[in-house]
């Protein structure tokens, strides 16, 4: 089991598992550079996505002769009949907000789709 950074390889271990690897720069890239370093031909290589698809690093794995499968367990749903985006949105736009916080690359996204499709301008 490789590991994309800190945080991958406390969880990791926190469940009684090993790693056998940790990107350098917890990027991506980086970790996709290990594994072809160890030879993925013929293997299946299971990708947790984190909110971004990586297409080039997931077309490397698969150019090196790899099964790719993917998952992502981060994903942003619009609840129906809720207000709250849409009310973070405008109080955003209009200057409101002295911070606004981000915990997933999912959430930004769904938010800056949301705000295209309010024609609201984020600044």
């Known amino acids: 089991m490789f590991v994309r950074g800190p945080k991958a390889r406390g969880a990791v271990?926190?469940?009684?598992?090993?790693?056998?690897?940790?990107?350098?720069?917890?990027?991506?890239?980086?970790?996709?550079?290990?594994?072809l370093q160890e030879g993925v031909r013929g293997k299946t290589v299971a990708v947790q996505l984190h909110g971004y698809t990586d297409v080039r690093q997931l077309e490397r794995l698969r150019m090196s002769g790899a099964t790719v499968?993917?998952?992502?367990?981060?994903?942003?749903?619009?609840?129906?009949?809720?207000?709250?985006?849409?009310?973070?949105?405008?109080?955003?736009?209009?200057?409101?907000?002295?911070?606004?916080?981000?915990?997933?690359?999912?959430?930004?996204?769904a938010m800056w789709s949301t705000a295209h499709e309010m024609a609201c301008t984020v600044s």
Not at 13 to 29: K, M, N, P, Y
Not at 82 to 108: H, M, N, W
């Open 69 to 109: 499968l993917t998952v992502t367990p981060y994903r942003w749903v619009k609840p129906d009949g809720e207000d709250k985006l849409p009310r973070l949105i405008e109080a955003a736009c209009s200057g409101d907000l002295d911070v606004l916080t981000f915990t997933s690359a999912p959430a930004v996204d």
């Open 13 to 35: 271990r926190a469940a009684g598992l090993a790693d056998v690897g940790i990107s350098s720069d917890e990027t991506t890239a980086t970790l996709v550079d290990m594994l």
